[in-house]
C-alpha cells in the first residue's frame, strides 16, 4: 500500500512465558510491570484467562489456583510497548520555543534570586562561574554583547546599567564592578583601556567636547606649571636661569632702555615747555633731550662730543635757572 | 626689543640728519610717545625705526628746526671752571 510520509514501522508487542507446575501461583519477573490488568492479556495452554483470575504486583503476577504443568503454557502478553521518558539531545531547545510566560517566570526567578546578597545569590554566582573560562567567549558576555546590538543607549543591558547607577553613583553595583576592573594595572584593565581608546584621536582643546578630555580640562583649571627658565633683560644679570641662581642689577649700557643719563633740555622758565614725569624724543631741536654736553662759559662744564642719545626720555628731575632757556636734568630712556 | 604698531609725522631731530624724530606707539605701552630714531642707536628697534623713517615709510621727514635759545640765555654760575 501506498503511503504518505516516513515508512511504518511494526514493533513486536512483549510476551512473557512461565512453565506451571500445578502447585505454584505466583511468577515472575515480568519483563517490565503492567499498570494494571487492562495492560496485558493471559493465557494457560492458550486459553485467555480474564483479569478477575490473577492479581499483579510489580513485576509478578499472581493466578487465584495454580496453573496447570506444562512447559511455556502461561503466557503474559503485553499490549503496548510503555512510554519512556523523552529527554531532548544537547543543545536541541533554543528561546525561540519558550512563551513570554516562560521568560518572565525565568526573571521573576533572577529578581528574587538576587534579593538578599548580590555576589553570593545564585544568579549572580552563575553569572560568574559561566565568565570563568574566557570572557569574551563565554555565554554571559555574549547574551550582554547581543543585549547590545541594536541601539546601545536603549538596548536592555545599557537600561540595566542606568538604572543600577541610579541612585548613588559610587556605592552602585555597577560602579563596584568597574572600580573593581580597574584595581589590578590601571593601564591594562578594560575600563582605562576604554578610556585610552576614546583619548586617541587627539588630547587638544579641539577634543575638549569629548567627556574624558573635558574631564582633564577642568582637573587643570587651577593653572599650576612649572617654570622652566628665567633669562635677563637690559639691567640685570645672572641670567639664563634655568634652576636655581641669583639675579643681580647690572648697569645698563648707554643709551640703552632703561638707562640712566645726565640731559641737557630746553627750559623757557615760566611757560615751562619740560616738566619733570613727562617723556620726551632725544635730539637737537626745540623741546627735545641732548645728552649732557655745554658750552665751556657755563656751569664749569665743557661740551664734549655730540649728542649722542636715541629714542624716549622721561626726565627724572632737573634744574632750572630763572631766566635762563634751558636746564640740566638726569633723564631715564623709556623706549 | 619693542615692536611697532604705527609711526607717523617725521621730523629731523638734528641738522646732520642723523636722528629723525617721530610719534610712535608700540605694542608694549599704552599711549603714544615722542621718539628720536638715529642710525647710531644702541637699541635695535630705534636703528630699525631710523631706516625705515628715512625710506619715507611714515611720509615725508620735515625739516630740522633749531632751538630758539641763544647761549647768552643759557643757564650761567659764576666762578665756573673748565672741566
Known sequence: ?335 | MFTLEYANTPVYGNAEGTNIQLIVKWAEFNEEMPFGATSYDSMPHGVALYNRAAAGEFGPIAPYVAPTFSANNQPATTGSQDL
Open chain 1, 1 to 335: 500500500m501506498a503511503i504518505i510520509g516516513n515508512t511504518t514501522t511494526s514493533v513486536p508487542f512483549i510476551a512473557d512465558s512461565f512453565s506451571g507446575n500445578a502447585s505454584t501461583t505466583a511468577f515472575s519477573p515480568l519483563t517490565r510491570a503492567p499498570a494494571g490488568t487492562a495492560a496485558i492479556a493471559v493465557f494457560i495452554a492458550g486459553v485467555y484467562q480474564a483479569p478477575g483470575t490473577y492479581t499483579l504486583s510489580g513485576v509478578t503476577i499472581t493466578f487465584a489456583s495454580a496453573p496447570a504443568s506444562g512447559v511455556g503454557n502461561i503466557i503474559v502478553l503485553h499490549l503496548g510497548n510503555g512510554s519512556a521518558t523523552q529527554v531532548p539531545s544537547d543543545g536541541s531547545v533554543t528561546t525561540i520555543k519558550l512563551s513570554n510566560d516562560t521568560y518572565g517566570y525565568i526573571n521573576a526567578a533572577f529578581a528574587t534570586a538576587n534579593t538578599g546578597t548580590a555576589s553570593g545569590s545564585y544568579a549572580n554566582s552563575a553569572f560568574a562561574t559561566a565568565n570563568t573560562g574566557t570572557a569574551a567567549g563565554s555565554y554571559a558576555n555574549s547574551a550582554f554583547a547581543t543585549a547590545n546590538t541594536g541601539s546601545a543607549s536603549g538596548s536592555y543591558a545599557n537600561s540595566a546599567f542606568a538604572t543600577a547607577n541610579t541612585g548613588s553613583a559610587s556605592g552602585s553595583y555597577a560602579n563596584s564592578a568597574f572600580a573593581t576592573a580597574n584595581t589590578g594595572s590601571a593601564s591594562g584593565s578594560y575600563a582605562n583601556s576604554a578610556f585610552s581608546t576614546a583619548n586617541t584621536t587627539s588630547t587638544n582643546v579641539t577634543n575638549a567636547s569629548t567627556y574624558a578630555n573635558s574631564a582633564f580640562a577642568k582637573a587643570n583649571t587651577a593653572g599650576v606649571g612649572t617654570v622652566t627658565s628665567v633669562a635677563t633683560g637690559n639691567g640685570l644679570s645672572g641670567g639664563t636661569i634655568t634652576s636655581t641662581g641669583t639675579l643681580v642689577v647690572a648697569c645698563p649700557t648707554h643709551n640703552s632702555v632703561g638707562s640712566y643719563a645726565s640731559v641737557m633740555f630746553e627750559w623757557t622758565g615760566a611757560s615751562g615747555n619740560n616738566t619733570a614725569g613727562s617723556n620726551y624724543a632725544a635730539g637737537a631741536g626745540s623741546k627735545q633731550i641732548q645728552g649732557a654736553k655745554w658750552q665751556d662759559t657755563c656751569c664749569g662744564f665743557k661740551q664734549r662730543g655730540t649728542n649722542n642719545l636715541s629714542g624716549t626720555w622721561k626726565i627724572m628731575f632737573d634744574v632750572n635757572y630763572a631766566g635762563a632757556q634751558a636746564a640740566f636734568g638726569v633723564a631715564c630712556r623709556v623706549s
